[in-house]
Structures are given as C-alpha cells and as structure tokens.
C-alpha cells in the first residue's frame, strides 16, 4: 500500500539525485542537470493547485515503512478538454514492486474524482518494458471489479495511440477514464 503526498524540503536531496539521473534525459523533453538550490526552490514555491499550475507532483510513500520510493506528476493539465500527461519515476531500489501501477491508479482517480479529468496520457520509450508493464497492467485501471461505484471512474489500459513527437523511439500512450454508471 502507498500514499501520494506533496513534496517536502525532506525531499530536496531525494529529488536532486532523481532529476540528475542520465538515464533519465533520454526520456525527457529537456536534458540539462537541476541544482540542488533550484530544487529546493521548486520545493519552497511548491504550489498545489493544478488549475493555477497546470501541474502536480506528488511523492509515492511506501504505508508498510515509511519509504519514499519515487514520484508521480500531473503535467499539461487541460481542465477545459479535461486531460494531463503523467510521468512516474520509482527509485531503482524499489521498481518492480507495483509501486509505479499502485501510484497509477491512486492519480488515475485523484484526476478523475478532484479534478474531473477523463484523459491521462503519457510518452513512455519503446525499449522501456517496464514502464509499459506498468501502463497496461490491470491494476493500472482506476476501478477494480465489484468495488466500482457510481462515482468510481473505470479506466481502460494504456494503449498504443502513437509514436511521439517529442523524441524518436517513443510511444504516445493514452488512458480514457469515464465514470461508471
């Protein structure tokens, strides 16, 4: 079991080692080191409000000990055409576990729920399996079996939409969530 929870300055070392991360630059749109002053800064000014922002990071916590274990973003959030890409990042220590599909869902409904989101998409590498494991998984959907309510969205799988412009050897991936009725 995870939470998501805000960034905290506890954080600042965690997210300067996370965001500095080369391999990392081959699957972002930009690919220049941060320092750690300016993640303290981005931590300082850490504004929650995704309609003001058009943002949200949350930290994945592991419940079980107390373990951050990576992070999950909300980015070009549309509240108008009510979609938003999501990135996830798990520490190397902890992938494989389902923490980036339990994080998934917990978003996945956080959108839909709050911020009446009905589109998640994401740009996911074709050579990266787990990442796509994780986009396709079940537990990826938002409503699990009996436990979907009216206001419980259900959430196809991600799928193949198509290739990406941002970087060459790059899927664009799409999550639809409608609520059940």
């Known amino acids: 079991m995870i939470s998501l929870r ?14 500095n991360d080369p391999a990392l630059f081959e699957s972002l749109p930009y690919a220049a080191p941060v320092s750690r002053m300016q993640v303290w800064e981005y931590i300082n000014s850490y504004n ?13 916590t592991d419940k ?3 373990n951050t274990v990576g992070h999950i973003d909300l980015f070009d959030f549309d509240p108008v055409n009510r979609r938003a890409g999501v990135a996830i990042f798990i520490d190397e220590s902890f ?11 917990l978003l996945a409904t956080y959108a839909a729920h709050t911020l009446g989101v009905h589109q998640l998409w994401a740009n996911i590498a ?13 537990r990826a959907n938002c409503a699990r079996g009996s436990a979907a309510t009216a206001r419980t969205p259900t959430c196809s799988s991600f799928r193949n939409f198509s290739h990406s412009f ?14 059940a009725s």
């Open 48 to 60: 929650a409000d995704p309609f003001a922002t058009r943002e949200l990071r949350l930290m994945i």
């Open 95 to 105: 992938r494989r576990q389902g923490y980036a599909s339990e994080g998934l869902e």
């Open 166 to 179: 941002l970087r060459k050897n790059t899927l664009h991936i799409v999550l639809s969530c409608i609520f």
């Open 126 to 138: 074709i050579d990266n399996e787990p990442s796509k494991n994780s986009a396709t998984n079940p």
């Open 6 to 19: 805000a960034p905290e300055q506890s954080d600042v070392d965690r997210l300067f080692l996370w965001e």
């Open 64 to 66: 079980a000990d107390g």
